[in-house]
């Protein structure tokens, strides 16, 4: 079982619903970070929480520390929002990373 | 992009011949990393270093060395490349301190091994 889990693994959408990404986690982290990457891109930091939520634009990331449980939210989703998000846990000098969520928006 | 770049960005070499990639940070940043990146698999840590001439292993470091002689420098080098050394490379600078950091990534080396 890995120590940081995705779900789901693959997520297709509709141009302006409301998607949600989660990410559950086993280990002690002191933060979770929501990364980006686009199909033959790098890799872009989202959000780094160590409680409660934040939101930038449409983008919106909680996390809840007694449930080891955090969600990347999209509202009014967007073909470009297309891309893999990838959550991982801060856990002292390194990150544990989870497998990735891809995210098809259709027009 | 936390001014980090990486060298070459595309490589193709052949089995058991030796492979260096660099990263070069310009902030001068203590933590740098080395992962790859393979379908199914996710990032996986290669290498990491927190200091020049610091550096320790992470979960795949088998066939990979690293060296920091200089604090803006971190290189990964296959000895002997093999083809399960086929990936995408990508380096990342941790800023900040405690545990209030971010990692910036750089973008990527795409080693073929044939």
């Known amino acids: 079982k890995n120590e940081v889990e995705q779900s789901p693994q693959n997520l297709t959408a509709q141009e302006g619903e409301f998607i949600t990404i989660n990410c559950s986690y086993s280990v002690g982290i002191s933060a979770l970070h929501w990364l980006q990457q686009h199909p033959g891109g790098g890799i872009v930091s989202l959000f780094m929480l160590s409680s409660g939520k934040k939101k930038h634009g449409r983008l919106i990331a909680t996390i809840n520390i007694q449930e080891k449980h955090s969600s990347l939210h999209i509202t009014a989703s967007h073909p470009r929002d297309s891309a893999v998000y990838i959550c991982a846990g801060d856990n002292t000098d390194k990150l544990i990373f989870g497998t990735g969520t891809r995210l098809q928006v259709f027009p | 992009d936390a001014g980090i770049t990486q060298s070459p960005r595309h490589k193709v070499t052949e089995t058991g011949t030796p492979v260096t990639l660099r990263c070069h940070q310009t902030?001068?940043?203590?933590?740098m990393y080395w992962y790859r990146q393979d379908p199914g698999h996710g990032l996986r840590l290669i290498h990491y270093s927190y200091g020049v001439k610091d550096t320790d292993k992470g979960e795949v470091s088998d066939g990979y060395s690293v060296s920091r002689s200089k604090t803006e420098d971190f290189l990964l080098t296959l000895e002997s490349a093999t083809s399960s050394q086929t990936s995408v490379y990508f380096c990342a600078i941790r800023t900040g301190t405690g545990s209030y950091n971010e990692q910036f990534f750089g973008p990527g080396t795409r080693l073929t091994v044939l």
């Open positions: 902030e001068n940043h203590r933590y």
